[in-house]
């Protein structure tokens, strides 16, 4: 990354460099993305016409902003992503520790630089991604971790308390002319919540009584979760009060979305790289909506907290989890290509636990069995978008005459084909399906996949019955 080449103020004057806060700068910024069409936050998924128009109000009015969701909505990633909106480089006075403005210094220390070396006052170039700072709220967090601490030695040499030379300065101080962010901002405790009150308002700090006075330039940005923020009364107001903009976030409301958004941040590509294993799954889309479905139903479940939401990474780990399972099949049963089936759901509870919280008691199975009862319904919903169980009585007739149907996950796609057989107009209902699905029904791990979910939408909607244990499963009446 090569920067400009100015090396003194005299040089940046040259360029016809012009003093500019951090904020105008980014309005700046915003505008020319906006004029020129680009997108403002690529791999943010279905937020364009909700959260992202509130967000460039909030920078179009030079607010400090505040994102306000449940857990896994994307906040902390669109906090990470505002600083592709600052000048790839900006120029500060060397020798200060606060990025002091060459032209126009507010410290102490850069008017001195100033007065002794003028135009020859060297100057050093910072990129856009060195100007911005995060910090994670927790009860332990200082007024010294944010704003600074006076430093005993520089006093003892003989430096006034009043003078701001004597500070050790903390991270906001740092983030002079860039972005500082606060997440889960409500488990800051009260008194560092009031210590935040200057910053954001007046842009002063005042360490230990002494009034120090930092004309700080800081584009501040939190996030919380909406309970902790206006519920428990965990933040004080006059500081929601001095936050320009409150944004809410929410989950994708769409499936579409929700399944890409789910693709694009799950590690599918098993078969390449150096811990490859030769495998390749391939997830057909009726098997990505059942499992972005599990999700969905548990969002709106009234056993579920929905105060702690249901995060789509819980998406993104079943989906991984998904073909983790299928692959270790295709390991075992020595196939190069497998295709998730039904039976690897059942493995979803491991990738659930601790995303999903509960309101039942906590009596022992009691999460397992939501986890199962979450899963049944959204392989009754995906299969009544594509199917419909009274054109396969012929099927279920058999069933009634003591047949019992095994599909393990240790079959592999051939093995379960050719069981298949032993069931009249099941290869043919399943081949119809995967057409209708626009799968190939020639390739026996689909036709398998395709043949489970027929049966496993048989079952939920209690046209056959289901046995499982010790890692096998049987379909009968």
């Known amino acids: 990354m090569t920067h400009p080449r100015a ?27 906006l004029r020129a069409g680009e997108e403002l936050f690529p791999g943010i998924l279905g937020y364009r016409d909700t959260v992202v128009p509130q967000i460039v109000n909030g920078i179009l009015s030079k607010h400090d902003m505040l994102l306000l969701g449940l857990r896994g909505q994307a906040k902390t990633r669109i906090l990470r992503m505002l600083p592709d909106l600052l000048d790839e480089w900006m120029p500060a006075l060397a020798g200060t520790e606060i990025n002091d403005d060459p032209i126009r210094p507010t410290t102490r220390t850069g008017k001195r630089l100033i007065v002794e070396h003028g135009d020859d006052a060297p100057i050093e170039w910072v990129h856009r991604k060195d100007r911005y700072k995060e910090k994670l709220a927790t009860p332990d967090v200082t007024i010294a971790d944010l704003i600074g601490e006076i ?9 006034y308390l009043s003078d701001e030379s004597t500070m050790h300065f903390g991270l906001i101080p740092r983030s002079n002319r860039g972005i500082f962010a606060i997440n889960e901002l409500p488990d800051l405790a009260p008194r560092i919540q009031v210590g935040l009150f200057n910053v954001l308002e007046e842009r002063d700090v005042q360490i230990r009584g002494y009034p120090i006075r930092l004309d700080l330039d800081v584009f501040l940005v939190f996030s919380a979760n909406p309970e902790d923020y206006t519920n428990r009364g965990r933040i004080v107001t006059p500081l929601k ?20 958004i789910a693709e694009d941040n799950a590690w599918t590509a098993r078969e390449a790289g150096e811990s490859g294993s030769g495998v390749k799954v391939e997830v057909p889309r009726f098997m990505s909506e059942i499992v972005e479905e ?15 939401g249901v995060s789509v990474r819980t998406s993104i780990a079943n989906l991984e989890t998904l073909i983790s399972n299928s692959e270790r099949r295709g390991l075992t049963t020595g196939e190069g290509e497998v295709v998730p089936r039904i039976c690897d759901l059942n493995f979803l509870t491991a990738s659930c636990r601790g995303k999903i919280e509960m309101t039942l008691s906590e009596e022992e199975g009691a999460e397992e069995k939501l986890l199962k009862s979450l899963i049944g319904e959204a392989v009754k919903k995906v299969f009544g978008r594509y199917a419909d169980e009274n054109d396969y009585e012929p099927i279920v007739e058999q069933f009634k005459g003591n047949l019992t149907f095994p599909a393990g996950d240790d079959l592999s796609g051939e093995e379960f084909v050719a069981n298949m057989k032993a069931v009249k107009t099941l290869p043919q209902s399943a081949a119809q399906l995967a057409k209708e699905l626009k799968l190939n029904p020639n390739d026996a791990g689909m036709l398998a996949s395709v043949g489970e979910f027929l049966l496993e939408g048989l079952y939920v909607n209690n046209r056959l019955s289901k046995y499982s244990g010790k890692g096998k499963t049987f379909f009968k009446k």
């Open 151 to 159: 430093d005993l030695v520089k006093h003892a040499e003989g430096r």
């Open 241 to 260: 009060d001095r936050i320009g903009s409150v944004i809410r976030t929410h989950y994708p409301e769409s499936l579409d979305e929700s399944i890409k």
């Open 294 to 308: 599990v999700v969905r139903l548990a969002r709106s479940s009234p056993h579920v907290s929905q105060a702690s």
């Open 7 to 33: 090396a003194t103020v005299g040089q940046l004057k040259e360029t016809g460099y012009q003093p500019c806060s951090v904020k105008d700068e980014l309005r700046r910024n915003l505008i020319k993305k």
